[in-house]
């Protein structure tokens, strides 16, 4: 335990079916962990993952809740810590927008210490009282009629960073204001969720950060030094941005109100000092700092502190793929953002990130509808050769497109199949689809990447730490097939076979990342080794399916919140680690060298009183993003297949021989033998399984997350005293492999190395791969 004396840094995470809290020391060791779970302890606002699903594809979650759960943190951290020694808080939380109704003085001023914060700011202060979330895609056909008026996504993301998605904060103010012209009169004031976390902080209006408001799709970012270009124009809202979604200039004045400053500072300022109301209820030093709050992805990208040549890849409901990016190039082919812990003396840096929403939902249904069990699904995934073909040389490709996607699928839904570039309604072999839709998604990724390095966002030199990218990669060089000796005789505007352009290392987090097979073949399609945090291996050891931290794990995002705090700490109180010590990637780094020379090599501290856990790996945490959907898919209903119904199993997904359609046999119900488990929910496709568009509302038990499988039975693998039964065999999660000393002091561990050969035969496939995408955009199947 570190001095009594010693100041401590808090960091907090809003996600969608928790609160978080993560406890720092001075040198970033762990310290503490906590967390409030909606659904188990607020059981009275009847959220399911932290959410209310209703028809239209809307998704929101109530405010007040939000309030409730922030008293509920505060009493557990004010039980377990003394509040008087944390020296600066940092945060972040879910994309959504929070409406205050109009009050002459806002209710988080006049705290009574003597209450808690939840019956002094009742539902009734918000005009609306549930918040839209990230995964709410009802407000599309406004974010597209805002891209049209703006004259399409190429002017849209030019003028405000950003184009149409289904989630577009702009296009949801929009849709309040077409549809509920009540609640747009009764607003005062909105907030994005990250700010209004802040503001029962500071207990004032928080300023938003500026990645924020560049996620909103109404800020024009300047791009020079302090938000100014060099011409000298200031970032700013965007008046006729906001005229539009206003519907006149009157309006448009009245939403810059209610919108606010937005901090420009690149995050090394604080906004602020903790509010006199948690001084005298909590015992928090009036001295406490607080800094700017920004998204759970980019939080979680800063707990990371990638290289420059780094690409973080975040499994979840949603993934992204997040990468420095030295320039501010907008396109609609990313998100750039600027980076939301930085000096006013560096050179301004982004993060640019490539988001899908189809991401756990598909791997859920699939493993529904063909194995029913994670470590089935892990094990075809694994076995399945590169594209899908089982003794065959046919090459399968599968897009599962269940929700609006970001370019260039964003108009397309449904699910789709090719064998041999012809379109199918299924394989003939059932035992491809886990592999094919893991290739889908991570190949989405590889290409979408490559179109970005082309637009000159990463850099001149985006050799990311391999070779000259003046010429072909040497294995490229070597092993491309013989009449594909250019990209441009593959049609493709990037060579597949060239590595040099890819990320140098990839570091993951996430559930998926988990599975071995997914994390392999991460760095095969990427030619890279991937890396996770160290405290992920051994949550994992716990709850390997779940996207949430394991009880006494810090969660990701909250853990770049309290680096953050310590960061803006240093440079506010003017310490040794203060002014000149440079930028926050480098303070981290410093301090992780640091505390490993004090302590002799010792790995950081992965989770406090944290029971099960058997790894000998160093730290860090399993929840890579938030978790939209908390985990809750089948949680409570997941039984045991018995040897009599494992047979009924394999007539359903072959009614000849074996597991499979393709070679009987050869990965049959023996080999799967105590790790399938069975969903009674019904939960199927119907009978759209390669048709145009699949409604969610259809399937509701798998629509939303990956379920926490490993505590669906009384016992990870054995029998049930209770009842006799033989329980389910879990999947086994990744394990660390020989790790640099250098990755191992940030808490990071290698799991996946590359194979080359595998990379080639990807980089084979690549153009089919493309011209399959491009007949989905262009309706031709």
């Known amino acids: 335990m570190p001095p009594k004396s010693a100041t401590l840094f808090l960091g907090l995470e809003l996600a969608t079916d928790q609160l978080r809290a993560t406890v720092v020391d001075e040198n970033l060791e762990l310290v503490g962990v906590e967390a409030v779970d909606f659904d188990a302890e607020l059981p009275e606002f009847q959220t399911q993952g932290g959410i209310f699903t209703t028809p239209g594809e809307a998704y929101t979650t109530p405010v007040e809740m939000w309030v409730k759960a922030f008293d509920t943190l505060m009493e557990k951290l004010s039980k377990s810590h003394d509040m008087g020694r944390i020296g600066a808080i940092g945060g972040s939380a879910q994309q959504a927008l929070v409406w205050w109704k109009s009050t002459p003085i806002s209710p988080l001023q006049n705290l009574d210490p003597r209450l808690p914060i939840h019956p002094q700011v009742p539902s009734q202060s918000f005009s609306l009282p549930n918040a839209a979330i990230a995964q709410d895609t009802s407000a599309h056909t406004h974010a597209l009629s805002l891209e049209a008026a703006l004259g399409g996504p190429e002017h849209m993301a030019a003028r405000v960073g950003i184009c149409a998605h289904a989630s577009l904060i702009a296009a949801q103010l929009l849709r309040v204001r077409e549809a509920w012209p009540d609640i747009w009169q009764r607003t005062g004031r909105v907030q994005m969720a990250s700010a209004f976390l802040a503001s029962l902080v500071i207990g004032d209006w928080a300023v938003t950060g500026e990645s924020e408001a560049c996620a909103t799709g109404l800020w024009s970012h300047g791009g020079g030094t302090g938000g100014a270009t060099v011409s000298g124009i200031q970032s700013h809202w965007d008046e006729g941005v906001l005229e539009i979604v206003g519907g006149n200039r009157d309006e448009a004045v009245r939403m810059w109100n209610w919108l606010g400053e937005v901090d420009t500072s690149g995050g090394r300022k604080k906004i602020g000092n903790v509010s006199r109301y948690l001084v005298d209820r909590y015992g928090f030093d009036p001295e406490t700092i607080v800094t700017p709050f920004t998204s759970d992805y980019l939080s979680c990208y800063l707990s990371l502190c990638p290289a420059p040549s780094d690409a973080v890849l975040s499994f979840g409901p949603m993934d992204a793929l997040m990468t420095p990016a030295p320039h501010y190039l907008p396109t609609r082919l990313y998100h750039i953002y600027p980076h939301p812990a930085q000096d006013l ?223 803006v700490w240093g440079k506010e109180k003017g310490t040794s680690a203060g002014t000149g010590r440079g930028g926050f990637e480098e303070e981290v780094r410093r301090l992780m060298s640091k505390r490993w020379a004090a302590t002799g090599g010792s790995p950081l501290r992965t989770s406090i009183n944290a029971s099960g856990v058997t790894s000998k790996a160093g730290s860090a945490t399993n929840s890579g993003t938030s978790t939209p959907y908390g985990g809750r898919l089948g949680a409570n209903v997941l039984v045991e297949v018995d040897e009599e119904e494992a047979d009924d199993i394999d007539v359903r997904l072959n009614p000849t021989s074996g597991f499979g359609l393709g070679i009987g046999g050869a990965f049959n119900e023996t080999d799967l033998s105590g790790n399938r488990l069975r969903t009674l929910t019904g939960s199927t496709v119907s009978s759209t399984l390669s048709g145009t568009t699949v409604t969610i509302g259809d399937t509701p038990s798998t629509a939303y997350t990956t379920p926490d499988m490993g505590s669906s039975s009384p016992g990870a693998s054995g029998v049930d005293p209770a009842t006799g039964a033989v329980a389910p065999s879990v999947l086994t999660p990744v394990v660390a492999m020989p790790t640099s000393e250098a990755e191992t002091q940030m808490g990071l561990a290698k799991v996946a190395e590359p194979d080359v050969d595998a990379f080639m035969s990807y980089a084979a496939i690549v153009p089919e791969y493309c011209r399959l995408e491009g007949m989905l955009v262009k309706g031709l199947v």
């Open 345 to 567: 003396s560096e050179k301004r840096r982004y993060v640019a990130i490539l988001s899908s929403r189809n991401a756990d939902v598909p791997r859920a249904l699939v493993r529904d509808m063909y194995t029913k069990s994670w470590s089935a699904f892990d094990r075809l995934v694994a076995i399945v050769p590169p594209g899908g073909s089982i003794g065959l040389d046919d090459k399968l490709f599968s897009f599962w497109l269940l929700q609006s996607d970001s370019y260039p699928v964003g108009h397309v839904k449904g699910i789709f199949r090719f064998e041999t570039g012809v379109k199918v309604n299924e394989f003939r072999d059932l035992r491809a689809n886990p592999r094919c839709l893991i290739e889908s998604q991570i190949l989405s990724f590889r290409v979408r990447w490559s179109r970005m390095v082309a637009s000159g966002v990463l850099g001149p030199n985006a050799t990311r730490n391999r070779t000259s990218n003046t010429t072909p990669s040497p294995v490229a060089a070597a092993k491309r097939p013989a009449g594909t000796t250019s990209p441009n005789n593959m049609g493709l505007s990037f060579d597949p076979y060239d590595y040099v352009p890819l990320p140098g290392r990839i570091i993951a987090t996430g559930a998926a990342t988990n599975f071995p097979s997914i994390a392999n073949l991460v760095g095969d399609i990427f030619n890279t080794p991937v890396l996770v945090p160290t405290s992920q291996i051994d949550a994992a050891q716990i709850t390997p399916h779940r996207n949430a931290p394991a009880q006494g794990f810090p969660a990701r995002a909250a853990l770049g919140g309290s680096y953050v705090a310590r960061w």
